[in-house]
């Protein structure tokens, strides 16, 4: 209890309790924190690239549909009426927003809408001892993980504690990071990170088999030799026979 000067009296929080509280709301803090990172990251609109291919439609009647729309390497689109729009670097709703202008000369109220069929400029590759190497479209936020089970998983050869992305910046330099599957599978996720464009996951093969391919390709002369006398014994006895 506190006694103020005028009489009034007011209870008082316990020590213990004031500290609980705050603890309470800096944890709620950074429990949010993540959270909104990882919201922002999702929310990261996709931007269209040459080779994309789109879905164009024009309303109202006569609508205007255009399907299999492939973005030229200049970067632009045809559309009817209105001819060469800016595609490339530029997201679906700004398409759109250009088409309608530009559209409005020719139609009262145009409706437009475009979707991206096949995102194929923006694209990752995964390498190494996964079970189906090879490109996937980066169409949305992917990290390492997914991009590996995207690629059929680790084979069992694998060595899974040492994935390495390999990432070009500037055009000439390449970053090379580490990224732990074991972890991430026991719910460490801080090395699963975000791939970018043009990423390349590769998944190496474990110490063990490393050695074995080497044994191999220092014996494989010495059993193609013993291949050839082999045979060569074998086609002496027959003659001989």
Do not use: H, W
């Amino acid at each position: 209890m506190r006694t103020f000067a005028n009489g009034a009296v007011r209870p008082m929080l316990p020590a213990f309790l004031i500290a609980s509280l705050f603890s309470v709301s800096v944890l709620s803090g950074c429990a949010s924190g993540p959270d909104a990172s990882a919201d922002a990251v999702a929310s990261t609109p996709y931007r269209v690239g040459p080779s994309d291919t789109l879905t164009v439609k024009v309303l109202p009647d006569p609508a205007i549909e255009l399907t299999a729309l492939r973005v030229r390497p200049d970067g632009k689109v045809s559309v009817d009426l209105i001819g060469d729009v800016q595609a490339s670097g530029r997201t679906t709703e700004e398409i759109s927003a250009e088409i309608t202008e530009r559209m409005a000369e020719f139609r009262q109220s145009p409706s437009v809408s475009v979707a991206v069929d096949a995102p194929t400029s923006t694209t990752i590759s995964v390498i190494g001892e996964v079970r189906s190497p090879g490109s996937f479209a980066l169409d949305r936020d992917i990290r390492v993980a997914e991009a590996i089970a995207m690629a059929g998983g680790a084979t069992e050869l694998s060595a899974t504690s040492r994935v390495r992305v390999v990432r070009r910046e500037g055009g000439t330099q390449t970053v090379l990071m580490i990224s732990d599957l074991d972890d991430i599978r026991a719910g460490d996720g801080s090395t699963d990170m975000v791939l970018q464009k043009g990423d390349l996951v590769v998944v190496p093969a474990a110490y063990q088999v490393v050695a074995g391919y080497e044994i191999r390709k220092f014996l494989y002369p010495l059993e193609a030799f013993f291949r050839v006398i082999g045979g060569g014994l074998f086609l002496a006895g027959g003659l001989f026979n």
